[in-house]
């Protein structure tokens, strides 16, 4: 086997987020459930775009997130993800781009338009995602490089992407040419709405081997296995995976690998301003040092870390230096 040319690339949405804040009885109002994610449809999402407050426009899309935190922590990177050749779509690859993650796909030139996320902030931090998927979920599995994707040492996949028909067929085909190539296969759950949807799916690549790392918070880790004791999930799956990594919020994190097992709490942090991305940022935080070698518990730090940075501002890519920040956390 080679040596790989990038240490992660993923396949996920290419997705510009829209983030304002709002009061409880906004999310009421609207009929929204408050901490989910919600897909709409065009109309939808032109209603809730009228409804929001001044807003912050920022890329984001959680696989991409994942990688702008591995970028930061020292990892080289590689994006697969369908834009439309519009404005948002100019924005969302400047800004993978300027991170230092490497973005080829070609932009589409038909409707619909670039993806975009709007997302309602209260003020417990708290954020309520409502998506319109729009071109991301065209990606097909023409546009994929599977060369690149060969010469990773892992491949990283959201879940949010297993829904739409084609971008399903494109990750089930690099699947084959990672596990061809001898790589690993990382596997975000991303919502339970999803594993309800494709849990079959789901399982069915666990039973066979084809994912090597699966993330997953206490929730999706209950919908997936059927478990509502937390320790009664991991045990339902943790053989059929060579690392389960399960979040718990404010109550850490656990990470397993065989007989080895760790456990980390959450990392302090002074005020909770927004959870967006808080999860894809722990995914990165742990695939920096796994991509490295380090310990279980390292790893778990390592994404600790990287969450606590993002929850204490606004939006899903990191802003302050993740590589000092972990650095002196870890000593």
């Not at 804040?21 to 009421?28: G, K, N, V, W």
């Not at 230092?100 to 954020?127: N, S, W």
């Not at 980390?264 to 991305?277: C, L, R, S």
């Amino acid at each position: 086997m080679t040596k790989p040319t990038h240490d992660v690339i993923a396949i996920g949405n290419a997705i510009v987020d829209v983030l304002a804040p709002c009061e409880d009885a906004d999310i009421e109002r609207l009929g929204l459930a408050k901490g989910g994610m919600s897909l709409v449809d065009t109309d939808r999402a032109e209603e809730l775009y009228k409804a929001m407050g001044p807003a912050r426009e920022i890329s984001g899309g959680s696989a991409a997130n994942t990688l702008a935190g591995c970028a930061a922590l020292g990892l080289k990177c590689q994006f697969i993800g369908q834009v439309a050749d519009d404005q948002l779509g100019k924005v969302f690859r400047h800004d993978i781009e300027a991170v230092g993650v490497t973005f080829a796909t070609p932009a589409r030139e038909a409707e619909p338009p670039t993806a975009r996320c709007l997302i309602f902030v209260t003020p417990d931090g708290e954020r309520t995602m409502n998506t319109f998927l729009g071109a991301s979920q065209f990606l097909p599995a023409a546009a994929l490089d599977e060369s690149a994707i060969a010469d990773a040492a892992i491949l990283y996949l959201e879940g949010y992407l297993w829904d739409p028909e084609e971008p399903r067929s494109a990750m089930r085909r690099a699947i084959e040419v990672a596990r061809n190539a001898g790589r690993k296969v990382a596997f975000t759950a991303s919502e339970s709405f999803v594993i309800e949807r494709h849990g079959d799916d789901f399982r069915q690549l666990m039973a066979e081997g084809l994912i090597d790392i699966l993330f997953v918070n206490e929730h999706e880790l209950a919908t997936l296995t059927g478990e509502s004791d937390f320790e009664a999930g991991i045990a339902a799956v943790k053989d059929k995976l060579q690392v389960l990594v399960a979040t718990r919020s404010a109550a850490g994190a656990v990470a397993v690998a065989g007989d080895e097992r760790a456990e980390v709490p959450a990392e302090p942090v002074e005020k909770v301003v927004d959870t967006t991305g808080a999860g894809d940022l722990f995914a990165a935080g742990f695939l920096s040092g796994h991509a490295r070698g380090a310990g279980l518990e390292e790893c778990l730090t390592r994404g600790a870390v990287a969450a606590a940075e993002i929850i204490s501002h606004w939006g899903p890519r990191p802003e302050a230096d993740l590589k000092k920040l972990v650095a002196a956390r870890l000593g």
